[in-house]
């Protein structure tokens, strides 16, 4: 006996083997240029092979989709392979994601569907792998349908919770590199300022040096006797006397002169003195407040390192990451309550009374 005296019929224009291959998942060779009917019997040979053909279904469901004039479509759907047009869609999407037949034909239909939630290169280790559903670890074949979409849900959510830890710490990383930058160009600017404070020092010491320099050769001229040289022969007293007044009125002259000038030296250098006075006093203002800044950047590249090293603590990183969230949703969940009616609302507030309270217990029971 043929094994097709399993199903209905065998279609018309297929070898025996191809159609063994095709109940054992493996696609039977499809000739390019064939008819809508041989495709239609097919189409019912493998519906009638079961749950493995479901690939094959699909492939010839594309085809048969190709052939069709516009309106042709869904008409055959129904009168000829009695198929939906959703069940139809969902064979053919099969058909275009699965290379792996046997992946199909040990998850069934349904949970292969499922799967198309993941990427391509994901879906045979996801379906290998031991994943934890309501406590309990089970394999994709061991689960229901609504626990794989649960299981991928958490994949999902796992995952985003990973590229939000990475872009934090990409973020705390930059910030680090920031800081360090403007430390260091903290501390150079407050170099800077020491130096301009020794410089200016140095101005005003030496102008204060000049100007007693100046003070005491003013003080020496002033205090300096007028010398008065007079010819006296063949002199009479008076012309003695007159000439002596004139030399002494010249010579006064001359050291008020000297006087004068000097004075004006003096006062140069004080205005000087004072200038770089306050050069010095200004620019100890600048070294205060750059090393000011330098200590605050310091302590702000201190923080970032901190958060930094933090971030590389996965776990310390994951709950960083679910806190923010957390907190975001406790904002939203209060702005929901208070869009409620007056009968609604306290439960709300009560509920989220007691998820207070339960964190406020998690952490005693944790400081303890």
């Known amino acids: 006996m043929s094994m097709y005296g399993m199903v209905d019929v065998t279609p018309e224009g297929v070898s025996e083997g191809a159609a063994l291959s095709g109940m054992f998942g493996e696609s039977a060779p499809v000739e390019t240029e064939r008819g809508i009917e041989a495709i239609t019997e097919e189409i019912i040979f493998y519906k009638a092979v079961g749950g493995q053909a479901v690939l094959e279904i699909g492939k010839r469901l594309i085809e048969a989709k190709a052939q069709l004039k516009h309106g042709e479509w869904l008409p055959w759907l129904s009168e000829k392979v009695e198929f939906s047009e959703a069940s139809a869609q969902r064979f053919m999407q099969l058909a275009r994601e699965y290379e ?46 609504r626990e794989l979409e649960e299981a991928i849900r958490q994949r999902k959510l796992a995952e985003l919770k990973a590229e939000e830890t990475a872009r934090e710490l990409d973020r705390q990383k930059e910030a680090t590199a920031e800081a360090e930058a403007a430390a260091e160009k903290a501390q150079e600017a407050a170099e800077a300022a020491r130096a301009e404070v020794e410089d200016a020092k140095s101005i005003s010491l030496a102008a204060q040096e000049r100007t007693a320099e100046l003070e005491r050769e003013l003080k020496a001229l002033r205090e300096k006797p007028v010398d008065v040289a007079v010819q006296t022969v063949d002199a009479s007293a008076e012309q003695i006397a007159a000439a002596v007044k004139e030399a002494e009125k010249a010579a006064k002259a001359k050291r008020d002169a000297a006087v004068a000038k000097k004075a004006e030296e003096l ?23 750059a090393e000011e800044q330098a200590a605050a950047l310091r302590a702000e590249l201190e923080k970032a390192r901190k958060s930094a090293a933090a ?29 409620l009616d007056e009968e609604n609302r306290p439960k709300v507030y009560r509920a989220l009374g007691a998820l207070r309270n339960m964190i406020a217990e998690k952490a005693e029971e944790e400081t303890a």
């Open 311 to 339: 971030m590389d603590n996965k776990a310390l990183a994951e709950f960083g990451v679910l806190f923010r969230q957390a907190q975001e949703t406790v904002n939203r969940l209060t702005e929901l309550a208070g869009e």
């Open 100 to 145: 792996n037949p046997a992946l199909v034909r040990d998850l069934g239909a349904s949970k292969a569907l499922v799967l198309l939630a993941l990427p391509a290169s994901e879906r045979e280790n996801f379906a290998q792998e031991k994943h934890v559903v309501n406590g309990e670890e089970k394999s994709v074949s061991e689960m229901s349908k």
């Open 267 to 289: 006062k140069a250098a004080e205005e000087q003195r004072d200038e770089a006075r306050k050069a010095v006093e200004n620019a100890e203002a600048g070294r205060k407040a």
